[in-house]
């Protein structure tokens, strides 16, 4: 069955940077999509982009542009987010998903399977 | 960015009920919308896309229906199971939005 597991839980200071990272396994992790999306605590669901794991290519929310890194290591099958200048308000469960679709055609947003998420906070 | 109004954000039904949730996008996205389940603790799951149609492997119970700017998901007989909130997504334009959510229990 098709897997996404995610990094343990961290906790940061305000201004510094997190990086979480996303392991695929029992699929060409190459061949699809890898989207990003967070939830801050009792709140709903905030798509951050998506990184294409075969060229590297991505693509952000004007929200996170300049903060956002995604990056991906296709020798051990993993996608990686990083956010600099953390503040209090990006405590969050960071989650990687998977596009539905091919990287042969644009994203096709539906994202499945989810990994298990990530919860950073950002604490002084 | 297009906003996503769903409708109640909260509900109470008893087993065996039909539900209905609503989900009102701020300008036309077609048929460009899923619903997520995401019980307590856990991720969301993919229950509908294209607005009506079911992902593979989730019970016929669950549908959904609409086009343009309003939607409907429907449980049509209630299991405990059920219990999660859901949202819906549009992918009609960037950003991906999401709606603020239904939390839905067992009354």
């Known amino acids: 069955q098709v897997q996404l597991v995610q990094s343990g839980a961290e906790v940061k200071k305000p201004g510094a940077s997190v990086k979480v990272s996303c392991k695929a396994s029992l699929y060409t992790f190459t061949a699809y999509y890898i989207h990003w999306v967070r939830q801050a605590p009792g709140q709903g669901l905030e798509w951050m982009g998506w990184?294409?794991?075969?060229?590297?290519?991505?693509y952000f929310a004007q929200t996170f542009r300049g903060r956002v890194t995604m990056t991906r290591d296709t020798s051990i099958n993993t996608a990686y987010m990083q956010l600099s200048s953390l503040r209090s308000d990006d405590t969050a469960v960071y989650y990687c998903?998977?596009?539905?679709?091919?990287?042969?055609?644009?994203?096709?947003?539906?994202?499945?399977?989810w990994g298990q998420g990530t919860l950073v906070t950002v604490s002084s | 960015d297009i906003q996503m109004t769903q409708s109640p954000s909260s509900l109470s039904a008893s087993v065996g009920d039909r539900v209905t949730i609503t989900c009102q996008a701020s300008q036309d996205i077609s048929d460009f919308l899923n619903w997520y389940q995401q019980k307590p603790g856990k991720a969301p799951k993919l229950l509908i896309y294209?607005?009506?149609n079911l992902e593979t492997g989730v019970p016929s119970r669950f549908s959904g229906s609409g086009s343009g700017t309003d939607f409907t998901f429907t449980i049509s007989r209630l299991q405990p199971e059920d219990i999660a909130t859901y949202y819906c997504?549009?992918?009609?334009?960037?950003?991906?939005?999401f709606g603020q959510g239904t939390r839905l229990d067992i009354k």
């Open positions: 990184i294409n794991p075969n060229s590297g290519g991505t």
């Open positions: 294209d607005a009506s």
């Open positions: 997504q549009q992918y009609d334009n960037l950003p991906i939005t």
């Open positions: 998903a998977r596009d539905k679709g091919s990287v042969a055609n644009p994203p096709s947003f539906w994202f499945d399977p």
